[in-house]
Structures are given as C-alpha cells and as structure tokens.
C-alpha cells in the first residue's frame, strides 16, 4: 500500500473489524436461491429473487441505512442527501447450480473451506455486493460526512437480460457517477459486444469439421480479421454442436454486424446462419476522472502500477451511464462465477471491500 491517507487506513482498520459480520450476511444471501422463475404481480422475477432483495434491504435497515424498493426489480439502500448520487451497482441473482452432483459443497449453503466461501453467487454477485455495502457501512461507522447521496443498487436480473437496470432507469435518474462490482480490477472503461450465432442445415458436420473443430484456428478459416485499436482482435468464446445445430459465440470489437455475418455466411454454404442475439461493445472514456480516480486508488492500495483496462464481460455498466467496471476479480484470476463450487477467497472480500471504501470516499470528494 502507498499514498494513503490516515482516514483510508481507518476504513481498512474498520473492514478488518467488520469482517465477521460481511461473512454472515453473505452466507445468508448464498441461502436464497434468487434463480430467476415465475413472474409474479410483485415479483417480476420470481420470489427468491425477489426475497434476496427483501434480505439485502433488512441488512440495510438493520446496519441504519435508508432503503427503497424500485418496483421490486431493485432496490437500493442510501446514505447522504444531494441532488445526484454515487451509484453502486451489484446484482443477488444467481444463475441455475445445475448438476448438483458436481459439487463438493451444496450451492446455496455458503460453506467456509480453507479460507474460502463456496455457493452459487460468492463471487458473482453477492459477496463482491456485500463487500461494496460494507464499504459504505465503514464510512458511516467512521462518522464520514457525505457529500453526496452515496446509493448501493441492488439488482435482481442481471444474468436474464438486465431488465431491472431497465427498469430502474426509467424511474430514477442515472448517477452522477459511480461503479459495478461484478467485473475485474482495475478500472475497466469498456466492455466488448457478443455475438451469437445458430447454424443449421444438412451439412452441419462437414461445416464444423473444415471450420470450428479447432477453436485455435477459427478465425483463420472463417476470415474472422475484425480489430480496433481499443479491444483489439475478435475473440471465439464457444463454438459447440448438437445433433440439431451449432452454436458459435464471439466476443466482439467495434464491427458492422452484417459485415460478420456475411463471412460466416460465405463459409457456410447450403446451411442456415442465424444471428440470435447481438449486443454492441460500451465504452466510458479512458480519460474520464472516474476511470483515472479508480483506477489510481486501486493502485495505492495495491502498490501495482496497472493502467485501466477492457474486458470481454456484459455487466450493468454496458448500459447503465456514468458507471464502470471495478473489481472484483484481480489480475490473473480465472473466471469460475458460473461454475460448480463457486467460490470467493475471504482475504480478497476484504481487499475488495477495502478498495472500495476508499473508492468511495475519493468519488465523494469530487465536484459535483
């Protein structure tokens, strides 16, 4: 750690105290399993996600917070009063477990092992949430005076098309400024597109056999030269076949879809490309002061020297103004967010949390 303040190093000595009780209330959050399921007249999204926002809320009145419901699709829990707000934006639902079998640990326990917290959502997104409303908790115990409404967001659709965000966007106003807990540090000013396509026809094993057996050398043979000078190439992220179909998925730079689409096609000959979904890369300015803010205050805490960065990830960022990617995953981490025994290390909840104490504390020293 360098360059912190005597009020930064009292945030870290107050997470350290708090630790306990962050690890209890992630526990009982990983006991929901806010899947997403039936829509209900007062539960868009099913009823555990809807009771994993009702448990968030209840932790916030509990710790002395305000808190408010926005339709039952988020809700947020405050401190300060201002016009415009810092926003923070996490995510409780969780996708399927899937075969539990394949877990050691049962997935909606949350089970220590070794300094580990395993369950559906420890990492993706209910710990790295906790972390950031324990953040907001230790500036409020430290007797901080905000200058800004200070919100932690709490979603409930973030991994079935983040309709909530939707929603919540069009009955409050964005914020003024703020961050996502649910990518990687350090600060990530821009997200890449997807693009998913099903194949279909009479020749789908002649096709993937020339074309997509070998992920390494896709992009060769499709003719896949898509690159901007911010994300760089054109990533290949799944290219699987059924009896029925293929489905190849990409993670995109700037490009014109119909562009990519066109050379798939051109491959394909006498078989079906369907584009399914596609969704266009989101960018914040690189030279923004919330990107550079950050991204300064997680190099002080970590003594590293990273410059900001881009990722392959969709988060609420992509579509949400005035907020980036900001943790949680640290530099060379692997993704295992949707995997059996998802699991987050209680050493890095605490340096997340402490990282965004302090990021906090620094946005809410800016101008408005």
């Not at 990518?183 to 009479?202: V, Y």
């Not at 030279?287 to 002080?300: A, E, I, P, T």
């Amino acid at each position: 750690m360098k360059d912190l303040s005597e009020f930064e190093n009292k945030l870290i000595g107050e997470i350290d105290r708090l630790r306990d009780n962050l690890i209890d209330d992630i526990i009982s959050l990983i006991e929901i399993p806010s899947v997403k399921g039936e829509a209900k007249k007062d539960a868009p999204y099913g009823p555990y996600p809807k009771k994993a926002l009702e448990k968030a809320m209840e932790i916030s009145k509990r710790e002395g917070l305000e808190t408010h419901f926005v339709g039952n699709h988020m809700a947020y829990s405050y401190l300060g009063i201002s016009d415009e707000y810092i926003g923070i934006f996490g995510h409780l639902d969780v996708v399927e477990a899937g075969n539990k079998d394949k877990w050691a640990y049962p997935p909606f326990e949350g089970t220590i092992i070794d300094n580990r917290i395993y369950g559906r959502g420890a990492l993706d997104n209910k710990g790295p949430s906790m972390a950031a409303f324990y953040a907001l908790l230790a500036l409020k115990n430290l007797g901080y005076t905000f200058n800004h409404q200070v919100r932690m967001v709490f979603g409930s659709d973030e991994e079935s098309g983040m309709n909530d965000l939707k929603y919540y966007l069009e009955n409050e106003k964005p914020p003024l400024m703020g961050f996502v807990p649910d990518n990687k540090f350090p600060a990530i000013f821009a997200e890449r597109g997807r693009a998913e396509f099903e194949i279909t026809g009479d020749a789908l094993n002649p096709f993937y056999e020339d074309f997509l057996s070998d992920k390494d050398k896709i992009k060769e043979k499709l003719d896949l030269d898509f690159e901007d000078g911010t994300f760089g190439q054109i990533i290949v992220k799944l290219a699987e076949k059924n009896d029925s179909s293929i489905r190849l998925v990409l993670s995109t730079p700037e490009i014109e879809i119909d562009d990519l689409t066109k050379k798939i096609e051109d491959k394909a000959k006498d078989i079906n490309v369907k584009l399914v979904k596609y969704y266009g890369p989101a960018r914040k300015s690189r030279d923004s002061l919330l990107v550079s803010r950050l991204n300064q205050v997680y190099n002080d805490y970590t003594g590293d020297n990273i410059s900001p960065n881009t990722t392959t990830g969709m988060t609420y960022a992509h579509y949400c103004p005035n907020v980036i990617g900001f943790g949680p995953s640290f530099p060379g981490q692997n993704g295992i967010a949707h995997l059996p025994d998802e699991w987050i290390d209680i050493d890095d909840l605490l340096d997340m949390a402490k990282i965004y104490a302090i990021g906090i504390y620094r946005l809410d020293k800016l101008k408005s």
